[in-house]
């Protein structure tokens, strides 16, 4: 039974870490987030794949010793251009490069709605149906709920250990009562 709590205790401290974090995490994100507005429509662009390219990124699926022995790791991505000549390219994550090759061999083409963002100079290629009002309140209501749950995990938390403190007080004062 000892055991049992003091694993309990162990996962609880570890979820309330990353609860913390996460939660940090989508402050900084919600805070960094340009609004609707910041977004220039300009429309929707048919995109065809050209060429798998990989690229070395940052390890993060690793534990700590196999972390340090490879720091990056190799991800593969399908790289589409617009087929119209403006000059858009569109990048989507695959799983393998014989994935990747396959999606280039078929050629099939993806349309993709381009919003520029004029005060970075740069610009996001989204699904054809959104706006940029509803990308924007797409990605505000995702850090909001995750927000919100590590909120709730950290107030649960806080209640069980002031319920666990509240009822040994009680045993404690009880037993110097009698």
């Given at each position: 039974m000892a055991?049992l709590k003091?694993?309990?205790?162990?996962?609880?401290?570890?979820?309330?870490?990353?609860?913390a974090?996460?939660?940090?995490?989508?402050?900084?994100?919600?805070?960094a987030?340009?609004?609707?507005?910041?977004y220039?429509?300009r429309?929707?662009y048919?995109?065809?794949?050209?060429e798998?390219?990989?690229e070395?990124?940052?390890?993060?699926n690793?534990d700590s010793?196999?972390r340090?022995?490879h720091p990056?790791?190799?991800?593969y991505t399908?790289?589409y251009r617009?087929?119209g000549?403006?000059?858009y390219?569109?990048?989507?994550?695959?799983?393998?490069a014989e994935?990747?090759q396959?999606?280039v061999?078929?050629?099939?083409?993806?349309?993709?709605?381009?919003?520029?963002?004029?005060?970075r100079?740069t610009?996001?290629?989204?699904?054809?149906?959104q706006t940029?009002e509803?990308?924007?309140a797409?990605?505000?209501?995702?850090?909001i709920?995750?927000?919100?749950?590590?909120?709730?995990?950290?107030?649960?938390?806080a209640?069980a250990?002031?319920l666990i403190?509240?009822?040994d007080?009680?045993?404690?004062v009880?037993t110097?009562?009698?």
């Open positions: 055991k003091s694993i309990v205790f162990v996962a609880g401290v570890m979820l309330l870490i990353l609860a974090v996460v939660g940090y995490l989508s402050i900084e994100e919600l805070s987030m340009l609004p609707a507005d910041s220039e429509d429309g929707v048919t995109f065809i794949p050209c798998v390219a990989s070395q990124v940052k390890n993060t690793a010793r196999d340090r022995m990056t790791e190799t991800v399908v790289c617009d087929i000549g403006s000059g390219r569109w990048k989507e994550r695959t799983i393998t994935m990747g396959a999606a061999d078929a050629g099939t083409a993806v349309k993709r709605r381009v919003l520029s963002i004029p005060d100079g610009y996001i290629t989204v699904e054809p149906d940029a509803s990308y924007a797409g990605l505000r209501q995702t850090y709920v995750t927000l919100s749950l590590s909120a709730v995990y950290v107030l649960l938390y209640t250990w002031y403190w509240h009822n007080r009680k045993k404690k009880g110097t009562r009698e």
